[in-house]
């Protein structure tokens, strides 16, 4: 395994292919201060398995030399329409047309306000623009991420052009919002290196999952004791959270109802934190009734102490240790399955059971008793905190293995086996390809 297998949230699959394994990507940056970030995308670009080809404006070598890009995507960045080294294997002096012509997109970052108002005209005057208008714009899909000064971004001029270029098949990658450069703040920087990423690897995930509501809960949840003491356990959240990323890649709306984790969120959901097995119960419940997939991969207390002290328990020297009685935390997946919408199959649940031995059997039994039509089982202290997992997937049909790999890979494949068990659960008339 190489070292770039081994990075966290990496999707890397059991057999070593990256997240953008095999695509080529065409970097385009126009003249504005993010340009400093483009040589961490690029990089990052690279490390996730594509290959990049850089292409620069005459602004943007204000900002970055094509030296420093030329290092970081080991090739030569072009930067002019009228040069003529050969170009996508060809030598027709004709870079516009061969670069775009092997990529599986263009992605300008940073896209300037002065290059978005360019490309929104079809204008062509230099080599970026040329290359973006004569892109066969069916096949080769053109990611932005702006960058702009909070007055420019908020502009009527700018927020009409978005409007624009979006109905013109433009991805708009959204910016970020904050300092700036200039010293004001606001919103319009250019989204972080890593965010971009997310967001490229989601654009090109199979959207097996659009016009879906996906709402996961992930992590442990936390009992108090009293105000500063409490019970927790041992998840670390992280394959709910490449759940909800997951989900998200592949089109679906998503809600990630969390207990307390310290893990980044997923670019494009909607988090709701909370502590207890009982906030968790309040949060899923008002929400599962517009989901139409709820999965719960939360590890949730089955306890709680009966009757927390409002104040810290004081030790009082005598040797005498506190008594605490329990009572038992109500089921969320069970109550979320009893729903009147999950009996009529309209939300569609998925739990999981994090195991000591004799797997598929306490799984099924686990599957039967919270009445779900999908049970992922796991053996729990092999998967605790890691960044990889193996999973067994039970259903009515029997079991399937998904050998180990990195969260994310498996929380991708579990997306791609819901959307099939949903598929052939839907009416027939419902079914892709029915009359
Ligand atoms: N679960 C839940 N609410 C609870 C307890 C569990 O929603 N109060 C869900 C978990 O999110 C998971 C599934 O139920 O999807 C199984 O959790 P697990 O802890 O493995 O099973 P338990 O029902 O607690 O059974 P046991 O601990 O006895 O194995």
Not at 2 to 14: M, R, V, Y
Not at 63 to 83: C, E, H, K, N
Not at 174 to 201: H, K, N, W, Y
Not at 269 to 290: C, F, H, P, Y
Request: some cysteine; hydrophobic content about 45%; glycine content about 8%.
């Amino acid at each position: 395994m190489t070292n770039q297998e081994n990075l966290p949230g990496n999707g890397a699959d059991g057999n070593g292919a990256l997240d953008l394994s095999g695509k080529h990507i065409v970097l385009g940056l126009s003249g504005g201060i993010a340009c400093y970030k483009a040589a961490e995308l690029c990089r990052a670009l690279i490390k996730a398995g594509a290959t990049v080809q850089v292409v620069m404006t005459e602004a943007a070598e204000q900002f970055i030399t094509p030296v420093t890009m030329q290092a970081l995507s080991g090739r030569p960045v072009y930067t002019s329409q009228w040069d003529s080294r050969p170009s996508g294997g060809m030598s027709n002096n004709m870079a516009h047309i061969n670069l775009s012509r092997e990529a599986d997109a263009i992605l300008i970052a940073p896209m300037s306000a002065d290059f978005m108002a360019k490309l929104l005209h079809g204008r062509a005057d230099d080599l970026l623009s040329l290359m973006c208008l004569a892109r066969p714009i069916d096949k080769v899909p053109l990611l932005v991420a702006p960058a702009m000064n909070r007055e420019m971004y908020a502009h009527p001029a700018t927020q009409r052009n978005f409007v624009q270029l979006d109905a013109d098949g433009a991805t708009v990658l959204g910016v970020g919002s904050g300092f700036q450069a200039c010293g004001e703040t606001g919103d319009g920087r250019m989204l972080e290196p890593d965010q971009l990423l997310e967001d490229v690897i989601a654009f090109f995930a199979p959207k097996v999952l659009v016009g879906q509501r996906v709402l996961v809960t992930a992590g442990p949840t936390y009992e108090a004791i009293d105000p500063v003491r409490g019970i927790t356990n041992l998840s670390s959240g992280k394959m709910g959270f490449a759940i909800a990323r997951a989900a998200r890649e592949a089109g679906a709306d998503v809600t990630l109802v969390a207990g307390p984790v310290g893990l980044p969120t997923p670019r494009g959901i909607t988090r709701i934190d909370v502590k207890s097995a009982q906030n968790m119960l309040e949060a899923v419940t008002e929400r599962a009734q517009a989901a139409t997939v709820f999965i719960a991969t939360a590890a949730v207390a089955d306890w709680r102490p009966a009757a927390p002290s409002t104040q810290k328990i004081k030790k009082d020297g005598s040797g005498q240790t506190p008594q605490l009685v329990f009572t038992e935390n109500k089921d969320i997946l069970a109550t979320v399955a009893q729903s009147a919408a999950a009996q009529s199959g309209q939300l569609f649940c998925v739990g999981f059971a994090a195991e000591s031995h004799d797997l598929v059997a306490n799984a099924e039994a686990k599957r039967l008793r919270k009445k779900v039509p999908l049970l992922v089982g796991n053996i729990g202290p092999d998967t605790f905190g890691q960044d990889h997992n193996a999973l067994l997937l039970i259903d009515e049909r029997g079991s399937t293995e998904l050998p180990r790999a990195s969260k994310l890979s498996l929380a991708r494949r579990l997306m791609r086996e819901v959307a099939d068990r949903m598929a052939s659960r839907a009416p027939a008339k419902l079914k892709a390809g029915a009359p």
